[in-house]
């Protein structure tokens, strides 16, 4: 499955890649691989478990985590401390998803929808 901000397209089941402007992830049942529009970039397990961040002054880890069959949570850590979560579940028709971003640090939450291209 791939996903752009405000679109969905299906690949294949078993990779995955998410495209939000020119920053791309992709994900396998294991793990997810950022490589960002600004060259930042992690490879981190769905456990949970803590992974660095490469290039990025603002973020110097995350951690990320499947909630469910359908719901990719992505914390976002500096020195420790949380200052941001992402959040993506997909729908039940497969074909959309809603999304959101929680700046802690500002206290804004941004929701937005994606749907199939």
């Not at 499955?1 to 998410?18: A, K, N, W």
């Not at 939000?20 to 396998?28: D, V």
């Not at 456990?47 to 990719?72: E, F, I, Q, R, Y």
């Amino acid at each position: 499955m791939i996903f752009e901000t405000g679109s969905v397209v299906f690949d294949s089941p078993q990779l995955r890649s998410i495209s939000r402007g020119t920053s791309k992830f992709g994900w396998s049942r294991t793990k997810l691989d950022l490589h960002g529009a600004i060259g930042q970039s992690y490879t981190a397990k769905l456990d949970g478990a803590d992974a660095p961040m490469k290039g990025d002054p603002g973020v110097t880890s995350v951690s990320v985590k499947m909630m469910g069959k359908d719901t990719l949570e992505e914390t976002d850590k500096r020195d420790g401390k949380v200052i941001a979560v992402f959040k993506m579940k997909l729908a039940s028709d497969g074909k959309t998803a809603k999304a959101s971003y929680d700046d802690k640090q500002s206290n804004r939450t941004t929701d937005f929808d994606v749907t199939k291209q």
